[in-house]
């Protein structure tokens, strides 16, 4: 028997001489050529049902194909006469099976999205006749042709199990993946914990950031644009303000009320009057843990002493001789505890380093005499030490400030830090004060012989300067460029972009960590170590 092209279109008389791919214009229309959205949705409904009913019927029609061949092939082993073609059973149960719409737009939606389908029809009837003409078996030839139109239910049903098994391959990996980037993103959020805190204290406390501490990509281009040092300068003289604020409210002293001397010894003048009524106390003897905090003044460690014992600093260890003593009456007490703080603040002013160590010693012995009447007084007399307790905390407090006090009204941030440091007991907004300046010290710097009071710096005129010289046709550039400068400054130093912009930083894991954690699942499900894909796997899901 001549050969014949397998794919040469052999279908319906209609259809021979014309490619089945060939654009041959749009389909009828699907909404019945009314535009009427109820056709066009029951169209959709009748061309779904028409799909999934031809599927079956191509499925079944293939099967009963398959038995008629081999019924025919059968009868011809005994010589009777053998019943009707394959093909033409395998046409009749999908006709039968298959759904056809009735409507104009059911028709239209099932033509535009049979076209696929028929293509297959076609070509898998051209293959099983060609099988059949080759084999001389019209069952193989029906086999064939169900196979082909039975390929996309079989491709369809084989991709989830392929892709099952290649997730079940890949979340183990996933998962390793996945806790890798977690455990990274973990550990820079504890290092950045201690920043972040610092951070929502500054937000709290008033005090201005630059975004280079806490801001975006924006902000930093801002403060380039402004000059980190002018920045910084800008924001001490900000947070300068604030300083002050904060500081004058801790002693009592409202908004309209100048932190001046006079001022501040009004404060202590009240204070002290709750320490009248302790002076008739009686006699203080002194107990262990009075002595303890004598010993502690000299903040030295034991190692630090046997190693250098002749390093010490003679004033602070006279200062503690003098006040180490067995007893002595309240009322001599309070009058040397008053003497005691009003010297350190002279010396924690003068710019000696002994002297200012000298200072701190002395904060530490008065509040050791006034821990020590604390105790005793509290143990015979109750309700006496209430008054006295708080009229220490606000004595303290106006010391401290007393002490970082500078000559122009401004309250000298690292000397509050200072104190902190050396372990003087500091509480409230002072305590926020100073540990602030800890972290953003470049941005709370004493601002009274702080420069860059100018918008333009020096640097910007020199090369403003220069520029204008060397390209005299840029000039309006450059002059934007300087003007930007201090524009830059204000808009970082707002309380709109403070309140908006500055953040704690909060890593973020990955893009591959989070694809990985999508792939894995939930943490929290339990995964087996590994995996090995095995054969039966893909034919058993």
Known sequence: MP??????????????????????????????????????????????????SGTVGAALGGLAGIGQGASNLVTQTFWAKPGAAPADVVQAVQSGLTYEPRTEAGKGVASAAAAPMEALANKAEQAGGYVAEKTGSPALGAAANTAIQAAPLLIGKAVPKVAGLARD?????????????EERTAIRAAEEAPKNIAIEQAK?????????????????????AGGKIQTEMSLSRANAKQINRVAAKEIG??????????????????????YDAVKKAGRISADDDFRSSLEKVKERTGQAQADYPEDTNELIDKEIAKFNKPSADASSMLEKIKSLRQRASKNMQAPDPEKFELGIAQKKIATAMEDLIDRQVSATNPDLIKN??????????????????????????????RQLKRGVPLSGGLKDIAELYQEFPKVMRY??????????SALDYLVGGVSAVSAPHALPGIAAALVGRPVARGIIKSGAYQKAAIKPRVPEPSAVTKAARR???????????????????????
């Open 169 to 181: 391959v890949a979340r183990p990996i996933a998962e390793r993946v996945a806790k890798a980037g």
């Open 204 to 224: 709290r406390v008033g005090i201005k950031l630059p975004p280079s501490e806490a801001g975006g990509g924006v902000g930093k281009m801002l403060e380039g």
């Open 519 to 541: 792939i894995a699942g939930p943490e929290s499900e339990e995964l087996p170590p590994t995996y090995v894909p095995r054969v039966g796997d893909l034919g058993a899901q």
């Open 388 to 417: 006295f307790r708080d009229a220490r905390v606000q004595l303290a407090k106006i010391y401290n400030v007393e002490d970082a006090l500078g000559p122009n009204g401004n309250i000298s941030a690292a000397v509050l830090a």
């Open 3 to 52: 050969g014949r092209d397998l794919f040469a279109d052999e279908g319906t008389p209609e259809s021979k001489g014309r490619d089945l791919f060939a654009d041959e214009g749009p389909p009828p229309s699907a909404s019945g050529g009314h535009g009427d959205p109820l056709k066009f949705l029951t169209g959709v409904g009748e061309a779904a049902a028409n799909m999934a």
């Open 447 to 456: 601002t009274d012989n702080l420069g860059g009071h100018a918008p333009f």
């Open 253 to 274: 002293l409202s908004e309209r009320q100048p932190m001046t001397p006079a001022n501040i010894d009004r404060l202590k003048l009240k204070a002290f009057q709750s």
